[in-house]
């Protein structure tokens, strides 16, 4: 895959490298869940033309029904009008009825060939409901149904899950091995990149909605990198330099790996803290410390590393500021810091 486009001339565009040309895959994300699965009109929408009632009135009123709205099908089919050569794909929460069936099977492998017969009895529906549609470029809809994949995407869950799978054997290729508390950290670095493609503006932005595939690669090896570090460094090495590149005083570095060495220690001791109220501490560190860094990665909090550092650690000090009888300052900075030395928190924005 060559680069993505994020809500351009389409929900996504994925474009792809190809033996003679590059190609353009055309995807529309459905995320309502309709109380139904999804069926031939709700692809190809109603007849074109619904015959009158033999017993009704034209001259009241009732005349043929007439579709005006161009259906899910029309709508993708009009995207391929670029110099790519176009493939199209429906992502949906909700299955799709048996009619439909026959899209779920990736284009050009084995089990698609088995069903041409009801390729072929949906593109008859085509023909009934869509007559004559084609795209810019003139392909028609025996092209779309032979270029088109609908992928069923089930629930949040499973696609969590897929893609931690999906990082987890890329990072073993790379022979760096990521537990999944850093494998969903870095899960929130890309959907935060993702979101912010999206919300840019095609002017004056554009090529902020397009990720390419060099900038992807150069991320992954400095994820890969720190990780490995992170693994094969001393204690604090990674946090050192985390705040260095974040262009932190060294006194501030040298505090900061004092609190996460005293932090280091006090959860090694047994009398310290309740264990239930160490991993609730621990929790809300690392979820507010998401929060923050999603909101820099989207772009709702545009701070270079120094002022990031500096929210974060304001925010250690609200959340103290919110338990009553108790001083938790040091523990929970020290967390931060601890976090940030595993690889799972960065201070400066995305490159």
């Known amino acids: 895959?060559?680069?993505?486009?994020?809500?351009?001339?389409?929900?996504?565009?994925?474009?792809?490298?190809?033996?003679d040309s590059e190609e353009a895959e055309y995807v529309q994300v459905k995320g309502d869940a309709h109380n139904q699965l999804w069926s031939i009109t709700t692809l190809f929408g109603a007849k074109s033309k619904a015959n009158a009632d033999q017993n009704s009135d034209l001259s009241a009123g009732n005349e043929a029904t007439v579709?005006?709205?161009?259906?899910?099908?029309?709508?993708?089919?009009?995207r391929d009008g670029h110099k790519e050569r176009g493939r199209f794909r429906l992502v949906t929460l909700r299955p799709v009825s048996d009619a439909l069936e026959a899209l779920t099977y990736p284009c050009g492998s084995a089990g698609r060939a088995m069903v041409q017969g009801k390729i072929s009895a949906i593109k008859a529906e085509v023909d009934d409901r869509c007559p004559g549609a084609t795209s810019p470029k003139g392909n028609d809809a025996q092209y779309w149904l032979?270029?088109?994949y609908w992928?069923?995407?089930?629930?949040?869950?499973s696609a969590r899950h897929e893609n931690m799978l999906r990082l987890f054997k890329l990072s073993s290729i790379a022979e760096v091995i990521l537990l999944p508390e850093k494998i969903e950290v870095l899960l929130d670095e890309l959907r935060a990149l993702a979101k912010a493609a999206g919300d840019a503006k095609w002017?004056?932005?554009?090529?902020?909605?397009?990720?390419?595939?060099?900038?992807?690669?150069?991320?992954?090896?400095?994820?890969?990198?720190?990780?490995?570090?992170?693994?094969?460094?001393?204690?604090?090495?990674?946090l050192a330099i985390k705040m260095k590149e974040a262009s932190l005083p060294s006194e501030l570095v040298d505090l900061a790996i004092e609190l996460r060495r005293d932090y280091a220690a006090n959860v090694r001791t047994t009398r310290y803290m309740e264990p239930d109220r160490i991993q609730q501490?621990?929790?809300?560190?690392?979820?507010?410390?998401?929060?923050?860094?999603?909101?820099?990665?989207?772009?709702?909090?545009?701070?270079?590393?120094?002022?990031f550092h500096h929210q974060c650690i304001e925010r250690m000090?609200?959340?103290?500021?919110?338990?009553?009888?108790?001083?938790?300052?040091?523990?929970?900075?020290?967390?931060?810091?601890?976090?940030?030395?595993?690889?799972?928190?960065?201070?400066?924005?995305?490159?």
């Not at 060559?2 to 474009?15: A, K, M, N, P, Q």
């Not at 690392?286 to 545009?302: F, H, I, N, T």
């Not at 338990?323 to 924005?349: Q, W």
Request: charge should be negative.
């Open 67 to 78: 579709k005006i709205n161009p259906s899910i099908f029309e709508k993708s089919l009009a």
């Open 203 to 238: 002017i004056p932005d554009r090529t902020k909605k397009i990720v390419v595939q060099a900038q992807i690669r150069q991320w992954w090896a400095q994820r890969l990198s720190e990780a490995s570090a992170a693994i094969t460094g001393s204690a604090a090495e990674v």
């Open 151 to 157: 992928e069923v995407a089930n629930d949040l869950t």
């Open 146 to 148: 032979d270029n088109c």
């Open 1 to 19: 895959m060559l680069r993505v486009h994020c809500e351009t001339h389409d929900d996504i565009v994925l474009i792809w490298t190809a033996p």
């Open 281 to 307: 501490l621990q929790e809300r560190v690392k979820s507010e410390a998401m929060s923050l860094r999603a909101k820099q990665v989207g772009g709702d909090l545009p701070l270079n590393g120094k002022q």
């Open 317 to 351: 000090d609200q959340i103290n500021a919110e338990i009553p009888n108790d001083d938790v300052s040091a523990f929970l900075k020290g967390c931060l810091y601890d976090i940030t030395d595993r690889c799972l928190l960065r201070f400066e924005p995305p490159a």
